[in-house]
């Protein structure tokens, strides 16, 4: 079934430690995203990705970074996890050659940082 | 920047009322804008979107949103709840800026049957 996988479902870590949020979609979709959801605050831009190569900032993008090496994945990583990264993280994809900018989310990752 | 606001936190309704979502959006140039709705544990759907044309627009399950350029608007509207209903709802927007999107808040609507 085509489109966003996301992994791991949940994920309990410990504050200092690093971790990589995984994202795969099979779309094709030139442009993918990340965001974090928070009760009260909704969805907040972290890092995106136009093409395959490019990445850029978005509205919270300090203690994440991403890497886009090909079309398909597009991880986020916590350098040094910190409580208030405690989130749910959802992936996200656009065909923007289409001019739709319509995203496709994946199913997310509810991340607690102790 | 460009800024979405949802007006209602939170809606509780009964079966078979009607609905009426509030979004405003803050960016004065062509604008592409969406309502998302998240089902409890779920991730984000598309209900509907507005790119040009016809102001009225229909979504998925009987919703529906009304583009009122004049009054920077996006509201969202279903003549008659249902209990299924019940979810997390986003309005969303896109200026020519850039490709992501913005989000507001969100509006968690509760339907009692």
């Known amino acids: 079934i085509a489109g966003i996988t996301q992994a791991p479902t949940s994920q309990i870590l410990a504050a200092g430690r690093r971790m990589t949020l995984r994202c795969t979609q099979d779309?094709?979709?030139?442009?993918m995203y990340w965001y974090r959801q928070d009760l009260g605050l909704g969805l907040r831009l972290i890092h995106y990705?136009?093409?395959?190569?490019?990445?850029g900032k978005g509205e919270v993008p300090d203690g994440y970074s991403v890497s886009r090496a090909n079309t398909d994945d597009f991880p986020l990583t916590l350098a040094s996890a910190v409580p208030s990264q405690t989130s749910v993280y959802f992936c996200?994809?656009?065909?923007?050659?289409?001019?739709?900018?319509?995203?496709?989310f994946g199913p997310g990752t509810r991340l607690t940082v102790l | 920047a460009q800024s979405v606001s949802q007006h209602n936190h939170h809606v509780i309704l009964s079966e078979a009322a009607s609905l009426e979502l509030g979004c405003n959006y803050s960016?004065?140039?062509?604008?592409?804008l969406f309502w998302y709705v998240q089902y409890p544990g779920q991730h984000l759907q598309l209900l509907l979107k507005?790119?040009?044309?016809?102001?009225l627009v229909k979504g998925i399950k009987g919703f529906e949103a009304e583009f009122i350029k004049s009054k920077f608007s996006f509201n969202l509207r279903k003549p008659s709840v249902q209990w299924s209903d019940t979810a997390e709802y986003f309005c969303?927007?896109?200026?020519?800026?850039?490709?992501?999107?913005?989000f507001g808040k969100g509006t968690t609507l509760s339907v009692s049957s």
């Open positions: 779309m094709r979709h030139n442009a």
């Open positions: 507005y790119f040009s044309g016809d102001p």
């Open positions: 969303a927007v896109r200026g020519q800026a850039g490709t992501a999107l913005i």
């Open positions: 996200a994809s656009s065909d923007l050659s289409g001019g739709g900018y319509e995203q496709f």
């Open positions: 990705s136009n093409t395959a190569g490019t990445t």
């Open positions: 960016y004065g140039g062509t604008v592409n």
